[in-house]
């Protein structure tokens, strides 16, 4: 599975972007879908997964209320939606694949990665 992220961007703390991750492959929907950010000089963190049905969703605590994970089986989409943007939220976004759900919320449990794409929000 290969996966590429895009919708990173600059704006203005309050506005929305919406993430897209798109997958190559024909078996996405096997795949828990989660999506990572890394800040400067910050551990890599968890911020949503998606279940492979879509059913179930989980969110850190600090975008819970403001981000929506989704995902498009059909399309080999998953998407993330960020709505109230804050500039603690500025980060490099990474989409990730696992093959379980059990540790969705670690890193080292995903097997592929997207190249990351950067989300710059201003005061």
């Known amino acids: 599975v290969q996966l590429q992220a895009s919708g990173g961007g600059l704006v203005q703390a309050g506005s929305s972007l919406r993430l897209s991750c798109v997958a190559s492959?024909?078996?996405?929907?096997?795949?828990?879908m989660g999506w990572f950010r890394q800040a400067p000089g910050k551990e890599r963190e968890f911020v949503a997964a998606?279940?492979?049905?879509?059913?179930?969703?989980d969110y850190t605590d600090s975008v819970k209320g403001r981000f929506t994970i989704s995902r498009d089986n059909a399309k080999k989409t998953a998407y993330l939606q960020m709505n109230t943007l804050k500039p603690e939220d500025t980060a490099v976004y990474y989409c990730?694949?696992?093959?379980?759900?059990?540790?969705?919320?670690?890193?080292?449990?995903?097997?592929?990665w997207g190249q990351g794409t950067l989300v710059t929000v201003s005061s």
């Open positions: 990730a694949a696992y093959r379980d759900w059990n540790l969705y919320k670690l890193a080292q449990a995903y097997d592929y």
């Open positions: 492959g024909r078996s996405f929907g096997s795949y828990t």
């Open positions: 998606i279940s492979k049905s879509g059913l179930t969703t």
